[in-house]
C-alpha cells in the first residue's frame, strides 16, 4: 500500500531533487565563470569599539552579483563552492582584494584596522597547506599578521581535528589571531576553547536577536560574554540592529560590536565615504 501510495510522491520528490540539482550544477557554472573574469567583489563590516565609538577593525564578505542570476547570497553560494572545489579561488580573490585594501586603508586613517576573513571548514583539509597560503599572501601584499584576523566556525574545529589544531598552533605563532564565528551554534565541544589558541568568541546574531523580550537568548549572551571573560578571551556580538541590544551589551562588559546599527556590509568606495573621508 504505501509503495502504490507514495509512487507519485516520490516522483514528484525527485523532479524537485533533479530540479534543485541542475539549478545547482548553474549556479556552480556561472560562478566559475565569474570568478575567472574577476566578478567577484569584497564588502566590508565595520567592527565598533562602541565605548569609544571607533571601528578597530572590518570583516571582508565575499559578493557575487551576476549577470544573469542576479545578487546570489553567499549563503547560498559558499556550499556550492565548497561541494564544486572552488572555495579556495573565491578565497584568493577575497585575500588579494582585501589585504590591499585594507593596507591602502590602514596607511591613511588615524586608527589602524584589523582585517578579518572568513574560511570554510573545507580549506583545513591541507591546514599546512593552509598556512602557507596565508603566509603568502600576507608578505605578497605586506600585511602585518598581527592585524590579521581569521574566523572560523566550531565545524571547522570538528573536523580533520588533529591537522587542523596543528595549524591554528602555527597561525598563532606566525601572529594572525583566531576568531571563533557564530559562536554558540555549534555542536563541539566547549573543551577547545581552552586547549585551542582562540582569541575572541563572536556571539552569533541569533543570541542578540530579541534580547529585550527574549529570556533565553539575553541569558546566553551574558553566559558568552563571562565564559570569554574568565578564559580571557575578546568577544564581539554580531548583528546588532537596535539601541536597546547595544545598551544591553555594554551593560553586561561586551564593547565590540558589528551590524546594522552602525553600519551594513559596504563596498570599498562606500566604505571610504562613510568613515575614511573625514
Ligand atoms: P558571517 O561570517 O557570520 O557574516 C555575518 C553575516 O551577517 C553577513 O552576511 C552580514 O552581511 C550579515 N550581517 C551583518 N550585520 C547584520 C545585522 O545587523 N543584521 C543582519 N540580519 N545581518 C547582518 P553575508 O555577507 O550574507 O554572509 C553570510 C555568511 O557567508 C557569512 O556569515 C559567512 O559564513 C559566509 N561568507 C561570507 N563571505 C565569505 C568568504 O569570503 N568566505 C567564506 N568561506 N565564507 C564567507
Ligand atoms: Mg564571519
Ligand atoms: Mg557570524
Ligand atoms: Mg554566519
Redesign the pocket.
Known amino acids: 500500500a504505501s509503495k502504490r501510495q507514495g509512487g507519485s510522491k516520490v516522483s514528484i520528490y525527485h523532479d524537485s531533487l533533479n530540479k534543485k540539482q541542475a539549478e545547482k550544477v548553474h549556479i556552480e557554472t556561472r560562478l566559475r565563470k565569474a570568478i575567472q573574469k574577476g566578478d567577484i567583489d569584497v564588502y566590508y ?1 565595520p567592527k565598533i569599539e562602541a565605548k569609544r565609538n571607533v571601528i578597530t577593525g572590518v ?4 559578493r557575487w552579483n551576476d549577470a544573469e542570476l542576479g545578487f546570489v ?3 547560498a553560494f ?1 556550499p556550492i563552492a565548497e561541494e564544486a572545489g572552488l ?1 579556495q579561488y ?2 584568493e580573490v ?1 585575500m588579494k582584494k582585501a589585504c590591499s585594501q585594507v593596507s591602502e586603508w590602514n596607511k591613511v586613517s588615524d586608527e589602524k584596522m584589523t582585517l578579518a ?4 571548514p573545507r580549506q583545513f583539509q591541507d591546514p599546512v597547506a593552509l598556512v602557507n597560503e596565508i603566509k603568502h599572501f600576507l608578505s605578497l601584499h605586506r600585511f602585518d599578521p598581527a592585524w590579521f584576523e581569521m ?1 572560523i566556525t566550531e565545524s571547522t574545529l570538528l573536523m580533520n581535528a588533529e591537522e587542523t589544531i596543528k595549524a591554528l598552533h602555527l597561525l598563532k605563532k606566525y601572529g594572525i589571531s583566531i576568531s571563533i ?2 559562536f554558540g551554534t555549534g555542536y563541539s565541544s566547549l573543551s577547545y576553547l581552552k586547549k585551542l589558541p582562540i582569541d575572541c568568541l563572536k556571539i552569533d ?1 541569533s543570541f542578540i536577536q530579541d534580547i529585550q523580550e527574549d529570556y533565553s537568548n539575553s541569558e546566553i549572551a551574558q553566559a558568552i560574554i563571562s565564559l570569554s571573560q574568565s578564559l580571557k578571551l575578546e568577544v564581539i556580538a ?4 537596535e539601541e536597546y541590544q547595544k545598551a544591553f551589551l555594554m551593560k553586561n562588559g561586551c564593547d565590540h560590536m ?4 552602525f553600519s ?2 559596504l563596498a570599498a568606495e562606500d566604505f571610504e565615504e562613510a568613515f575614511l573621508n573625514s
Open positions: 563590516q570583516e571582508a564578505l565575499v547570497s553567499p549563503e559558499i572555495i573565491l578565497w577575497v576573513v572568513n574560511f570554510s574566523e564565528d557564530d546574531r554580531e548583528g546588532v540592529e558589528q551590524g546594522y546599527l551594513k556590509p
